[in-house]
């Protein structure tokens, strides 16, 4: 199957959906629990999609190395330290966002040249990180279309979802700390 339809149903499509009710269909606030929620499951949706495509083609999407794993469990501690039990649910969400992203890039990668790829992905992921309404949304904008690009430059060179998931956990991690990602959450540490 050509990447670019691969590329429209897995990817393109879940997020118009998921564009589409939160802006029209739903009565809440874009960061309410229930849109989060719902985003969340799109995204896994669509990362399904992709792995069932790479798997359908007879590939396989690179295995996590064990020493990731530990990065990214630390990664997802230090996250709790900082934004307490917020960060466990940030590294699952930074996992699942990577997880959508870096599966379409898997397919997208060797048929095109990394910028094209960059330009099919991260435009995606910028408007669906402005579905949630928050301030900052200039500065917002900025810091997810460098995050984007460099997830997937990291995983064109090292295709390891794990090391790209903590390194989104640890800056997001940041962000969310000064205020700039979620302007209210409750400090409470593990």
């Given at each position: 199957m050509?990447?670019?339809?691969?590329?429209?149903?897995?990817?393109?499509?879940?997020?118009?959906l998921a564009g589409c009710y939160i802006k029209l269909c739903s009565h809440q606030e874009g960061g309410s629990p229930k849109n989060l929620t719902f985003i969340h499951v799109v995204l896994l949706v669509s990362a399904l999609a992709s792995q069932c495509a790479i798997y359908a083609q007879g590939i396989s999407f690179p295995t996590p190395g064990i020493w990731f794993l530990v990065v990214f469990a630390a990664s997802v501690a230090i996250a709790g330290f900082f934004i307490g039990r917020l960060g466990l649910l940030y590294g699952v969400s930074a996992l699942l966002q990577q997880a959508c992203m870096l599966s379409?890039?898997?397919?997208?990668?060797?048929?095109?040249?990394?910028?094209?790829?960059?330009?099919?992905?991260?435009?995606?992921?910028?408007?669906?990180?402005?579905?949630t309404g928050v301030p900052y949304w200039r500065t917002r904008i900025i810091l997810i279309t460098l995050w984007g690009s460099v997830s997937v430059l990291i995983f064109a060179f090292i295709p390891d979802i794990l090391l790209v998931s903590s390194l989104h956990t640890l800056f997001g991690t940041i962000l969310i700390a000064n205020g700039i990602l979620h302007i209210q959450y409750e400090r409470s540490r593990f």
């Open positions: 050509n990447p670019l339809v691969i590329w429209l149903l897995a990817y393109a499509l879940p997020a118009f379409i890039a898997f397919l997208l990668l060797p048929a095109f040249p990394v910028w094209i790829v960059v330009l099919l992905i991260v435009p995606l992921f910028v408007f669906c990180h402005q579905l």
